[in-house]
């Protein structure tokens, strides 16, 4: 048997989507604005990074090619690729662009329904449904119900919500209703439950997640969102490939927020970091620990939450770059007969208008040591990369997807 290792660089698209006009995204691309903005030093920041994008390690596994099997050439220089890493991308079949649609889609669960969204109106959430969580809540009431990005909503509501005990409650184009709460004056587990009934009321309308957002500090100019956020995600509808290891005998280690993205179905070990470079710590742990027919799933939300979503592009390259230097030691820790894939759920393009999530395609890179990598394509669902997990793992084929392992396994 072997082990597999699958990091998810959470919203790093690769633009290319043919249905993004849909979503009002035709030409945003995650990748392509932030490397071409290095390039035309756009992207410099003093004290954080200046000239091009230098992220050689991801490089050298085929992360331009992979741009450019998305539909987008030129992201970076030419680079030797090491022994054993491939290159593709995959397009998403999934209704929308949200995270759970992008993970639960690579883990051989594609979302094939609508999921319940608010309108962008004032009020956003019904009334109905606001009684509720202020009744079952024992609240007074609450704060924001509109669509907003969370840091700007919390430096401008946090002092109202610190003097009248009414959350913070907003929504986005995604299916999802996220609740910030301060965790000295309202309360950290206070906030948990109430998120966990906000989950129960959410239900009837299909809406994906309820999320926790807790934060800190003692006015507008300091209040900072924590480490202790918390999702409270429906189940997938069937079985993803974290269940499928499981069965067959295999442990998963959940990194991230992964844990929360599967309402903790089929995970064996969940484990939580703040911010990429602890989370990139807590991954390389679980490498450690991982034995034959284990599965390691990270997700890196701080390329999402802290620069996609604020639109900082200097800070988003900053990140690519750190993590980028980051990655030998993760592959020196691969032994023959591991694999492991650098991957996206959706994409975040920080040059784009507004704060939310744009449809893209996004990258495949990744290592297998002994064989001879390649290039797979562009794949048509997102699918296909939990299928390549299970098949190298020896699980029978899901219902989603094909495996691309043929396309890298050596040549009769």
């Given at each position: 048997m072997a082990r597999a290792f699958l990091f998810v660089l959470d919203s790093f698209?690769?633009?290319g989507a043919p249905d993004a006009a849909r979503f009002g995204d035709a030409g945003a691309n995650t990748?392509?604005?932030?490397?071409?903005?290095?390039?035309?030093?756009r992207a410099d920041a003093a004290g954080l990074r200046a000239g091009p994008l230098a992220v050689q390690n991801m490089a050298s596994l085929g992360l331009g090619l992979a741009a450019a099997t998305a539909g987008t050439a030129g992201t970076l220089p030419p680079a030797r690729l090491l022994p054993g890493a491939f290159h593709g991308a995959a397009q998403e079949v999934s209704s929308g662009k949200d995270t759970p649609s992008g993970h639960w889609e690579i883990a051989g669960c594609p979302v094939l329904f609508d999921w319940g969204y608010f309108p962008d109106t004032l009020p956003a959430l019904p009334k109905h449904l606001t009684d509720a969580i202020v009744t079952e809540g024992e609240l007074p009431g609450i704060l924001g119900n509109c669509h907003a990005s969370g840091t700007e909503i919390i430096e401008r509501l946090g002092e109202e919500h610190v003097a009248s005990g009414k959350p913070i409650v907003y929504t986005s184009v995604d299916s999802v209703i996220q609740i910030a709460g301060h965790e000295a004056h309202f309360g950290l587990?206070?906030?948990?439950?109430?998120?966990?009934?906000?989950r129960r009321l959410a239900d009837p309308l299909n809406i994906g997640r309820v999320i926790a957002r807790p934060f800190t500090g003692q006015s507008a100019a300091t209040f900072t969102r924590t480490g202790n956020r918390r999702d409270y995600s429906v189940p997938p509808p069937e079985a993803t490939l974290l269940d499928r290891v499981v069965a067959h005998g295999g442990r998963t280690f959940a990194i991230g927020k992964i844990g929360d993205i599967f309402a903790h179905r089929g995970i064996t070990q969940a484990r939580?970091?703040?911010?990429?470079?602890?989370?990139?710590?807590?991954?390389?742990?679980?490498?450690?620990?991982?034995g034959d027919g284990d599965l390691v799933f990270a997700n890196f939300v701080d390329f999402d939450s802290e620069y996609g979503h604020r639109r900082d592009v200097a800070g988003y390259a900053a990140a690519l770059e750190a993590f980028d230097a980051r990655m030998p030691e993760a592959l020196e820790r691969l032994r023959e007969g591991d694999l492991i894939i650098l991957t996206a759920d959706h994409g975040n393009d920080p040059t784009w208008s507004g704060t939310d999530h744009t449809r893209?395609?996004?990258?495949?890179?990744g290592l297998a040591p002994g064989l001879p990598g390649g290039d797979v394509g562009l794949r048509e669902t997102f699918a296909d990369i939990g299928e390549t997990i299970a098949a190298h793992l020896g699980l029978p084929p899901g219902r989603h997807g094909s495996s691309f392992l043929s396309a890298i396994l050596p040549h009769a």
């Amino acid at each position: 048997m072997a082990r597999a290792f699958l990091f998810v660089l959470d919203s790093f698209g690769t633009g290319g989507a043919p249905d993004a006009a849909r979503f009002g995204d035709a030409g945003a691309n995650t990748f392509g604005h932030i490397a071409r903005a290095c390039a035309e030093g756009r992207a410099d920041a003093a004290g954080l990074r200046a000239g091009p994008l230098a992220v050689q390690n991801m490089a050298s596994l085929g992360l331009g090619l992979a741009a450019a099997t998305a539909g987008t050439a030129g992201t970076l220089p030419p680079a030797r690729l090491l022994p054993g890493a491939f290159h593709g991308a995959a397009q998403e079949v999934s209704s929308g662009k949200d995270t759970p649609s992008g993970h639960w889609e690579i883990a051989g669960c594609p979302v094939l329904f609508d999921w319940g969204y608010f309108p962008d109106t004032l009020p956003a959430l019904p009334k109905h449904l606001t009684d509720a969580i202020v009744t079952e809540g024992e609240l007074p009431g609450i704060l924001g119900n509109c669509h907003a990005s969370g840091t700007e909503i919390i430096e401008r509501l946090g002092e109202e919500h610190v003097a009248s005990g009414k959350p913070i409650v907003y929504t986005s184009v995604d299916s999802v209703i996220q609740i910030a709460g301060h965790e000295a004056h309202f309360g950290l587990e206070r906030l948990y439950r109430l998120c966990e009934t906000v989950r129960r009321l959410a239900d009837p309308l299909n809406i994906g997640r309820v999320i926790a957002r807790p934060f800190t500090g003692q006015s507008a100019a300091t209040f900072t969102r924590t480490g202790n956020r918390r999702d409270y995600s429906v189940p997938p509808p069937e079985a993803t490939l974290l269940d499928r290891v499981v069965a067959h005998g295999g442990r998963t280690f959940a990194i991230g927020k992964i844990g929360d993205i599967f309402a903790h179905r089929g995970i064996t070990q969940a484990r939580k970091a703040h911010g990429n470079m602890a989370m990139f710590d807590t991954a390389l742990s679980a490498m450690d620990e991982a034995g034959d027919g284990d599965l390691v799933f990270a997700n890196f939300v701080d390329f999402d939450s802290e620069y996609g979503h604020r639109r900082d592009v200097a800070g988003y390259a900053a990140a690519l770059e750190a993590f980028d230097a980051r990655m030998p030691e993760a592959l020196e820790r691969l032994r023959e007969g591991d694999l492991i894939i650098l991957t996206a759920d959706h994409g975040n393009d920080p040059t784009w208008s507004g704060t939310d999530h744009t449809r893209e395609r996004i990258p495949i890179v990744g290592l297998a040591p002994g064989l001879p990598g390649g290039d797979v394509g562009l794949r048509e669902t997102f699918a296909d990369i939990g299928e390549t997990i299970a098949a190298h793992l020896g699980l029978p084929p899901g219902r989603h997807g094909s495996s691309f392992l043929s396309a890298i396994l050596p040549h009769a």
